[in-house]
C-alpha cells in the first residue's frame, strides 16, 4: 500500500549493492506525486527516483521514472512522460491512454538495464488493485514483462501485517504469486524479537521467506515521496526556545522537501498550517509551490490565512515565497490562455511589487545562480553561488531582484521575499544567514552529508535484512 515504506526502502537497497561494487539504478514506472525534481538535461522525474539514483551513486535520469503524474486538482493531472509535459487529463481519460504509455514504460526499463548491473524496480500503492489491475503499467506487469523477484513489503506500525502480506499474496495470480521471494516487516517499533513467531506465521502461511524485519526510522532525513506524509502531519506549537516556521499547508502543495534542510537544524521547528486558528505568531511564514497557483491563492484568501499573512507581514513579520508561494506574494497572477485555470486573474497578497502571467511554456532546469543585491540578512553572503532548481509555469517580473538570473524579489526591508529556485534553502549559507536574522543561535558547523545519510539509512536495512539470501535471490 501506499506509504510502505517502499521509497526508503528502495534507496536504501539502492546504496546498498551499489557499496557491494555494482552499477545500480532505480526505477519506477508510474509515479504520482508533486514532488518532483530536475535532471541535468532538464527532464522531470519524482523526487524518490531522483534521491534514490544519487544513493546508488548514479546521475538521476528520466529512464528512472518514465511516467509522473502532478495533480492539478481531485481528479486531473498534468501527465510527464520521458521527463517533458504530455498532455493534461483527467483520471478517467488517464486510464483510457495507459496502454499507449506502457511503451514508454518498457523502452525506458530496456535502457536501464543496458546501462547497469542491476535495476531495483518500485510499484506504487497496492499490486492488488483489483479494479484497476487491467491497466496496471507500474506493479506486477512491469515485475513480469522484466520477470523480476518481487519483494513485499509490508507496514507493521499501521497494524494488519498478516493481511496486508498474505491478502497481497493470495490475491495475486498464480503466474505473480510465483515472482515474490521474499516478505519485509517494515516500520517495527520495540524488540523484533517479540515478532519471532509473527514470522513463523506468515512464512507458513505465506510460502514465503521473510527476509527481515526493519525497525522504524526516526528523522532519515530523506525527502518525502508525496504529501501524504504532510497530510498525516498534526499540528503542533514549536517550543518556545526554537525558531517556530510556518509553512502554509496549500491543497495541492509541491516540493516541501525544500524545507527538510531547515527541519533538520538544531533550534529550528517545521510545521505545516492549513487554517488560521493554527498559523499564530510564528517567526516567519514560508508559502511553498504548488501544482496550481491560481486555485491555491484563492483557497488561501477563502481561509482567511491570505489576510492574516497580510496581517502578520505589517507587523513584521518575515514572509517567503518558493515557486508558486513566490508568485502569490506578488500583485497579481494572469493566465489569459487558461493554462492552468479557467480564472484569467486573481489578486496576490500584495506584499511585492509582481506580476505573473501563464504562458504555454515550462522551465525545468537545474540552476547556478548568484546573489546580486545584498539588502538586509543577504547582505552577510552577497556574491555567493547558490544552487538549485526551477520547475514552474509562467513569467513574474517586479523590481528590487536579489538573485543575478532567476526571478527573485525582496522587499526594501528585506522581510519579504521570494523567488523560484527550488532546493533554496539546501545552500547553507542562505539558510543559516537567514535564520540568524529570526534569532536563531544555532550551529555554525558543518551539515550531515547526503552521502552519510545514504550511508547511515543502507546500514540500518542492511543489519535488518538477510542480505545472504538477497543476494542469491538478485543473482549475486
Known amino acids: 500500500m501506499s506509504s510502505a515504506g517502499k521509497s526508503l526502502l528502495v ?3 539502492c ?3 551499489a557499496r557491494y561494487g555494482l552499477h545500480v539504478a532505480p526505477f519506477k514506472a508510474q509515479n504520482m506525486s508533486n514532488n518532483a525534481a530536475v535532471c541535468a538535461d532538464g527532464g522531470e522525474i519524482g523526487r524518490a527516483q531522483y534521491t534514490q539514483a544519487l544513493a546508488a551513486g548514479i546521475a538521476p535520469a528520466v529512464q528512472m521514472n518514465p511516467v509522473l503524474l502532478k495533480p492539478e486538482a481531485d481528479a486531473r ?14 483520471a478517467r481519460s488517464y486510464y483510457e491512454r495507459k496502454q499507449a504509455l506502457w511503451q514508454h514504460v518498457t523502452t525506458a526499463l530496456d535502457s536501464l538495464r543496458e546501462q547497469v548491473d542491476l535495476v531495483v524496480i518500485e510499484g506504487a500503492g497496492s499490486p492488488v488493485e483489483l479494479n484497476l489491475k487491467r491497466g496496471d503499467i507500474v506493479n506486477m506487469a512491469v515485475a513480469r514483462y522484466a520477470q523480476a523477484p518481487v519483494l513485499l513489503a509490508g507496514d507493521i506500525d499501521r497494524g494488519g501485517i498478516f493481511a496486508q502480506l498474505l491478502g497481497t499474496l493470495w490475491l495475486l495470480d498464480d503466474a505473480e504469486r510465483s515472482l515474490v521471494r521474499g516478505l519485509i516487516v517494515n516500520k517495527f517499533r520495540g524488540d523484533p524479537t517479540l515478532f519471532t513467531d509473527g514470522i513463523s506465521m506468515l512464512e507458513e502461511r505465506g510460502g514465503v521467506p521473510v527476509l527481515g524485519v526493519v525497525p522504524y526510522i526516526h528523522d532519515h532525513g530523506m525527502p518525502e515521496e508525496d504529501a501524504v506524509a504532510v497530510e498525516e502531519q498534526r499540528h503542533h506549537l514549536a517550543p518556545t526556545d526554537q525558531i517556530d516556521l510556518a509553512v502554509v499547508r496549500l491543497p495541492r502543495i509541491s516540493n516541501f522537501d525544500d524545507f527538510d534542510s531547515l527541519q533538520a537544524e538544531a533550534g529550528v521547528s517545521v510545521r505545516y498550517v492549513s487554517r488560521t486558528d493554527d498559523l499564530g505568531t510564528p517567526h516567519a511564514v514560508i508559502i511553498p509551490g504548488t501544482k496550481s497557483t491560481i486555485a491555491d491563492l484563492t483557497w488561501l484568501q477563502a481561509a482567511g490565512l491570505a489576510a492574516q499573512i497580510q496581517q502578520l507581514a505589517s507587523a513584521g513579520t518575515p514572509v517567503v515565497g518558493i515557486c508558486g508561494g513566490y508568485q502569490m506574494l506578488g500583485n497579481s497572477v494572469r493566465d489569459p490562455q487558461h493554462v492552468e485555470s479557467s480564472v484569467e486573474m486573481a489578486s496576490g497578497l500584495g506584499l511585492l511589487p509582481l506580476q505573473t502571467t501563464f504562458s504555454g511554456d515550462k522551465s525545468t532546469r537545474q540552476t547556478q545562480d548568484r546573489i546580486t543585491f545584498g539588502i538586509g540578512w543577504l547582505s552577510e553572503i552577497e556574491g555567493q553561488i547558490l544552487t538549485g532548481y526551477e520547475i514552474h509555469m509562467g ?4 523590481s528590487i531582484p536579489w538573485l543575478a538570473e532567476t526571478s527573485s524579489a525582496i522587499s526594501a526591508n528585506g ?9 533554496l534553502f539546501q545552500n547553507t549559507s542562505l539558510r543559516r544567514a537567514w535564520l540568524h536574522s529570526l534569532g536563531w543561535r544555532g550551529s555554525t558547523g558543518a551539515n550531515i552529508t547526503l552521502d552519510a545519510r545514504f550511508d547511515a539509512l543502507a546500514d540500518h536495512v542492511e543489519a535488518a535484512l538477510n542480505m545472504a539470501a538477497l543476494a542469491q535471490i538478485v543473482g549475486l
Not at 395 to 398: A, E, K, L, Y
Not at 415 to 423: E, K, M
Open 11 to 13: 534507496t536504501a537497497l
Open 15 to 17: 546504496r546498498i549493492f
Open 77 to 90: 493531472s498534468q501527465v510527464i512522460v520521458n521527463g517533458r509535459v504530455w498532455t493534461t487529463v483527467s
Open 395 to 398: 513569467q513574474t517580473n517586479g
Open 415 to 423: 522581510r519579504v521575499w521570494g523567488c523560484y529556485l527550488h532546493g
